[in-house]
């Protein structure tokens, strides 16, 4: 699966913001947990708006290449969150299987 590249721009962008605000530096540690969470309340949001987008295209008000933008933002969104799940899966599992 790629990922596209602005996508990965803006969640690179995005932790380096939360590490700025957060003070991270030296012993301070990122939330990943937290991150992971505001990736997916992204994706959610991305998707209600393209489901509203479609709504006032259907109704008249809206226009098609909104709707379209729309949806390719949101599908690109969810690759993401997907992509980073199964690469944490996969992390899961590499240490599962490491020798104690």
């Known amino acids: 699966m790629a990922i596209d590249p602005v996508s990965a721009a803006r969640a690179y962008q995005q932790a380096a913001q939360a590490m700025q605000s957060g003070g991270a530096t030296g ?14 309340r992204q994706a959610g949001a991305g ?7 479609g709504l006032a295209v259907a ?16 599908e690109t969104q969810l690759q993401t969150v997907i992509a980073v799940r199964d690469q944490v899966i996969s992390a899961y599992q590499e240490i599962l299987r490491m020798p104690i």
């Open 27 to 40: 012993g301070d540690a990122v939330d990943f947990g937290g991150l992971v969470q505001e990736a997916i």
């Open 47 to 53: 998707a209600s708006v393209a489901e509203q987008q």
């Open 59 to 74: 109704s008249g008000q809206g226009d098609i290449v909104d709707v379209v933008t729309a949806i390719a933002a949101a």
